[in-house]
């Protein structure tokens, strides 16, 4: 299997590291969980349990590193400060990451995204916020709404603008009609241990009801009640549903 690492920087100087495994195929852009890193799907087993389809050059991973630290996870910080700091990510992500991508695949499909716990979230949040970009998102025990996440403050625009479940419940208009002809979303979730005390379970049912109130186009996968939040029913959940993607 072909794989590198890249320190990629933006012209501002916000810095991060992309691992990649592959050698062609669709380009997947993974995130990672809270405070996770790059390398973390290759250490987790989470790149060996699709292994195969990135041996037959029919999808490319691109593991980014988390910002996390310095923004949903700084609890010292209201929640709208670490919404705002949040868009030094979204920034990197697609001022050198994306290009990155684009020529490491030259001629491949476009760009999914996908992660597990908080990079379910960060998966789901750049494909509704950047659709042109990322059409498709692989979504695994996400919590879709930050106000439900340790925190505390007056809620801004910053907030707002990075949660799904408030502004997917307004979406109208032209740009909703864009989204359904372009936006493709998977929610799986398991309804075991962790599933509920994260809150995931019950973001992930809440986001599927909005999804289908608006037309989006989704699909909701819950495993049984013995699938906790954790890597090994991700590892199966993950090379149960890629392979339909590419």
């Known amino acids: 299997m072909r794989h590198y690492t890249a320190e990629l920087q933006t012209w501002s100087g916000i810095r991060g590291t992309v691992a990649a495994y592959g050698h062609y195929g669709r380009p997947v852009l993974v995130f990672p969980s809270e405070g996770g890193y790059a390398q973390e799907f290759a250490d987790r087993g989470m790149v060996a349990a699709v292994e195969g389809l990135i041996d037959a050059g029919r999808v490319k991973l691109y593991c980014v590193d988390s910002f996390d630290g310095g923004t949903w996870s700084a609890g010292d910080l209201p929640l709208e400060e670490r919404a705002r700091r949040h868009g030094a990510y979204e920034s990197w992500i697609l001022d050198a990451v994306v290009p990155h991508i684009g020529a490491d695949s030259a001629g491949a499909a476009e760009i999914a995204t996908a992660g597990c716990s908080l990079g379910a979230f960060h998966a789901l949040n750049f494909a509704f916020k950047r659709a042109d970009l990322f059409p498709l ?96 029913s991700w590892r199966a959940q993950f090379a149960h549903h890629l392979p339909r993607f590419c």
């Open 137 to 232: 998102a692989l979504c695994f025990s996400g919590n879709y709404d930050p106000t439900s996440w340790r925190g505390w403050g007056e809620q801004g625009d910053a907030l707002y603008f990075n949660n799904p479940i408030a502004y997917v419940g307004n979406l109208h208009g032209d740009h909703l009609d864009w989204l359904r002809s372009r936006l493709s979303l998977l929610l799986v979730c398991g309804q075991g241990q962790w599933e509920d005390t994260t809150g995931s379970l019950d973001s992930t049912r809440r986001m599927a009801e909005l999804l289908t109130a608006k037309g989006v186009r989704h699909e909701l996968d819950l495993w049984g009640y013995d699938v906790p939040h954790d890597w090994p």
